[in-house]
């Protein structure tokens, strides 16, 4: 048996990760998932927080430049290399995507932390933990919010009512324009996993498949321009992957209220079990799973 640790959506919140970390020292996981929206909006955590859980400057100065000025380098990345230096060999495989709520340009601070043997950075990429492949994919669909780093249509140039397409809004780092109008979700999945066998696959998604538990929103009887709004918001292209394929494992995050308005935080698709992180409370939703027995998974509030 092997306990592999999930978590989505912490948005910067200091206390949700100082209880993941202590899980982690306390229960020392094989492998800790996180799955993207992992900044707090305003890049840094604020300075009483950074404060209250402060690690020794040295343990700052050795980590590498790259990783200076960002939440991934001057919060996460130290205590990271804290809890490395105390587990030594139990130090557990870390594995990150970003979310569609965090800015692209963090992508240099995660390859460098990468670099740095602190965690995997998985989008688009496949790496492998005792003996699982697991891949990463941060892109949502559309969303009404304004950065689109992470934004890509989904099945077709479809956007739903409210929502701003992918070539609105602003990026942090350029895109070619075809690119952009002319990218999905759909044909990225087709690139990333081509006919690979994924019988053993753990897949870290930030979007949930549509019309399931885990993309439930708080839309009843809402609409734009006397359009009623769909209140499911998470990923055709997703959900027909995971029917179509059967992935062991898929582990999403992205909207928060789900689990509170569903009851559920996992749902199975096929012979695919695919679990949420998400929350919309203050507490870290942790999700503790076995991928030999992905049915077994318990998710609890700390």
């Known amino acids: 048996m092997s306990t592999w ?21 306390a229960e020392r996981p094989a492998a ?14 604020s300075a009483g ?9 040295d343990v700052v100065a ?3 430049a790259e990783l200076r000025g960002s939440f991934l380098g001057e919060f ?7 809890l490395r230096q105390r587990l030594g060999s139990a130090y557990p495989r870390i594995l990150l995507i970003l979310g569609n709520d965090d800015p692209r340009t963090e ?12 965690w995997d ?58 690119e952009v109008r002319y ?21 870290l998604f930030h979007a949930p498949p549509y019309r399931t538990n885990l993309d439930r929103a708080a839309l009843d009887n809402k609409s734009v321009d006397h359009v009623p709004l769909d209140v499911h918001v998470g990923s055709v292209a997703i959900r027909r992957f995971i029917e179509e394929r059967q992935p062991r494992v898929t582990l999403h995050g992205h909207v928060h209220e789900a689990a509170r308005l569903t009851g559920q935080w996992r749902e199975r698709l096929g012979r695919t079990w695919c679990l949420s992180a998400a929350h919309d409370g203050p507490e870290l939703a942790l999700v503790r799973f076995d991928p030999t027995d992905p049915a077994q998974a318990t998710r609890v509030l700390l």
Request: hydrophobic share 40%; net charge negative; glycine share 8%.
């Open 183 to 203: 990218g999905t979700i759909q044909a990225d999945l087709a690139a990333l996993f081509d006919d690979r066998s994924l019988d053993r696959a753990v897949i």
């Open 107 to 118: 992508e240099v601070a995660a390859q460098a932390g990468q670099a740095h043997g602190l």
């Open 32 to 45: 800790v998932l996180l799955g993207g929206d992992l900044l707090p909006h305003g890049l840094r955590p």
């Open 5 to 25: 640790f999930f978590v989505s959506d912490l948005h910067g919140r200091v206390r949700r990760y100082q209880a993941l970390l202590a899980a982690v020292a």
């Open 76 to 82: 996460l990345a130290p205590r990271l290399e804290v």
């Open 62 to 64: 050795r980590l590498p």
């Open 49 to 57: 927080e950074r404060q209250a859980c402060d690690v020794p400057a």
């Open 121 to 178: 950075y998985l989008h688009g990429r496949c790496t492998s933990v005792a003996g699982y492949d697991v891949y990463g994919y941060a892109c949502v669909p559309p969303t009404p919010f304004l950065l689109k780093d992470w934004e890509r249509y989904d099945v077709s140039r479809h956007v739903d009512p409210g929502c701003v397409p992918p070539e609105e809004g602003h990026r942090t780092v350029p895109v070619p324009e075809d």
